[in-house]
């Protein structure tokens, strides 16, 4: 099956710093990636769509100026989690389906972000 | 009430089992998946269906759409399936850029 790398996979910061998260499609291209927020014992929430050469779509309650999205290419998405706090502390994952109708969707492997 | 609902949402059982997980939808889908994450995070693709079965070695995923129900079913259970699986649709038509509805999820453990 297809494949969808993030990196990295575990990241620690200090408050007030910012970080990157990276979700590349290896083999396909992906024009539309999800990104979602887990946390612990709860389902997936989805954060945002990410649109290749256009501005990310959020879901209703995500802070667009807090978690910065860029689809510069059709194989790479940026999270950015800006001016990072303890509660943004939680697992993100990113999500790729290849062009077409009723497509599989590829996860990537998660990141853990610890914010101290 | 959720547009996706999962049953049971814990289940335990010993290793050589035969496991069902089952999931019912509210809304009208284009295509439906079953997905298995384990401790630590990564969520794997099992199956994707619209109609009918599939099968991938001991996994094998229905799904009913004029009831909306679908079931995952293990067969000779394993420790190592322990993990979390998660129903997911696909509504709309389907295209590329339309969002999973997830369910909450079941959280299997296989004990030897």
């Known amino acids: 099956g297809a494949v969808v790398s993030q990196h990295p996979s575990r990241v620690i910061c200090k408050s007030g710093t910012s970080v990157k998260i990276e979700c590349r499609s290896l083999d396909f291209q992906a024009t539309t990636m999800f990104w979602y927020r887990q946390f612990p014992k709860k389902s997936l929430m989805l954060m945002a769509t990410s649109n290749e050469g256009s501005k990310a779509t959020y879901e209703q309650g995500v802070e667009k100026d807090k978690f910065l999205i860029n689809h510069a290419s059709l194989t790479l998405s940026t999270l950015t989690v800006t001016s990072a706090h303890p509660e943004d502390s939680s697992f993100y994952i990113c999500?790729?389906?290849?062009?077409?109708?009723?497509?599989?969707?590829?996860f990537g492997q998660g990141t853990r972000l610890t914010v101290v | 009430k959720n547009e996706v609902e999962q049953s049971p949402q814990n289940l335990t059982a010993q290793e050589g089992e035969f496991i069902t997980i089952n999931c019912s939808y509210s809304v009208g889908i284009s295509a439906l998946h079953w997905l298995q994450q384990h401790p630590g995070g990564g969520i794997v693709s099992l199956f994707m269906l619209s109609s009918g079965k599939k099968k991938h070695g001991r996994l094998i995923a229905t799904i009913n759409i004029q009831e909306k129900h679908s079931s995952l079913h293990i067969t000779a259970s394993h420790p190592r399936d322990s993990a979390v699986y998660i129903c997911?649709?696909?509504?709309?038509?389907?295209?590329?850029?339309?969002?999973?509805?997830f369910g909450k999820g079941t959280l299997l453990t296989v004990n030897p």
């Open positions: 997911a649709v696909l509504g709309g038509r389907g295209g590329s850029n339309y969002k999973l509805t």
């Open positions: 999500s790729a389906r290849r062009q077409g109708l009723y497509t599989e969707a590829f």
